[in-house]
């Protein structure tokens, strides 16, 4: 049994690392975050400390790292994405391996410095992937490396995830802690289209503002048209009033159904953890590369044929 320490408990995604802790036969023994609306823990590891200073839970970490059978083997880093650096680190020098949500961090030169700390340590950094675990992207994966390596697959990839008022409120509205939309709710899907496509090759954004974002991509076997939204305006006629999220990819015409499985994706990426099979730095670094790009560019007008079809509705 490996024993954990979770930063961030009172996050939306928490609960699914807590249930992953769990199923993978391990212990949450100790948990962090400045927000006390935690009571689900009492359902998943009753025992665990709880904490609301982080000095408070920093030392009793240190004081449990003192006894082989009390030390903290992973931390699990679930607070808002500003703050995955600075937790990160903490982690690492507390002697732990540290399993972070996505982003790992908003760019490039924070992984380098990331990679310094592991190095100073002798611990590691994993990061959440879990569309690479998904099975229908894993079919998508394999169907493309059975086309000719010169073919480029027409792609569009369309998320919407209704957000209510409250989310420009919370840190997830301020661009200087979410770093935007487009790195919140997109970098998963970047990742995942470089995990299926291969290496990026052009990177153009159409469109930006707190709500949504739109662009174009293409890999060394995919051209992608992309969108991204929060605004419950955006979803199709055909699921609106009846869903609050829709994700759709398209290749060559063809939907990639992909919504259901989504739940599950945290224990299967904790399993492959635990196995030696995990994520780290060099494979974020893709995806990290190309929202630290987004976040620079200057929306310009789409080129024929590169513009997703979700553009036309609010064209400047």
């Known amino acids: 049994m490996k024993y954990f320490g979770l930063i961030g408990a009172a996050g939306y995604i928490a609960p699914r690392h807590m249930k992953a802790i769990k199923e993978t036969g391990n212990r949450l023994a ?52 500003h703050l995955h650096h600075a937790h990160i680190a903490a982690g690492l020098r507390l002697g732990s391996d540290v399993i972070c949500e996505k982003p790992l961090v908003p760019t490039p030169a924070l992984l380098d410095e990331l990679q310094r700390v592991e190095e100073e340590t002798g611990r590691q950094v994993y990061n959440i992937l879990q569309l690479r675990h998904h099975p229908a992207i894993l079919a998508l994966k394999e169907q493309v490396a059975t086309t000719p390596r010169s073919d480029k697959h027409e792609v569009e990839l ?31 899907f970047f990742d995942m289209l470089h995990f299926v496509f291969g290496k990026l090759e052009r990177n153009v954004l159409h469109h930006v503002d707190d709500q949504k974002a739109a662009g174009y991509l293409e890999y060394e076997r ?20 009846q869903q609050p999220t829709y994700r759709s990819i398209l290749c060559e015409g063809q939907e990639i159904e992909f919504s259901g499985g989504f739940t599950d994706l945290h224990t299967v990426s904790y399993q492959e953890i635990l196995a030696g099979r995990g994520y780290g730095i060099e494979d974020a670094r893709h ?23 979700c553009l036309k509705r609010f064209a400047q």
């Open 30 to 81: 100790a948990a962090y975050d400045i927000n006390d609306s935690v009571g689900i823990i009492d359902s998943i590891s009753p025992d665990s400390e709880f904490f609301t200073d982080f000095e408070r839970f920093l030392e009793h970490a240190h004081r449990c790292r003192r006894d082989p059978y009390t030390a903290l083997d992973y931390i699990a880093v679930c607070s808002p994405n």
């Open 158 to 188: 369309t998320y919407i995830t209704s957000r209510g008022q409250w989310y420009q409120e919370s840190w997830k509205g301020d661009p200087r802690k979410s770093f935007g939309v487009a790195t919140n709710i997109g970098v998963h």
């Open 222 to 241: 995919a051209r992608v048209r992309w969108f991204l939204s929060i605004d419950a305006e955006d979803l199709p006629s055909s699921v609106k009033g």
């Open 287 to 309: 995806c990290i590369e190309t929202v630290d790009h987004l976040r620079r560019a200057r929306p310009q007008p789409p080129a024929h044929g590169e513009g997703h079809p």
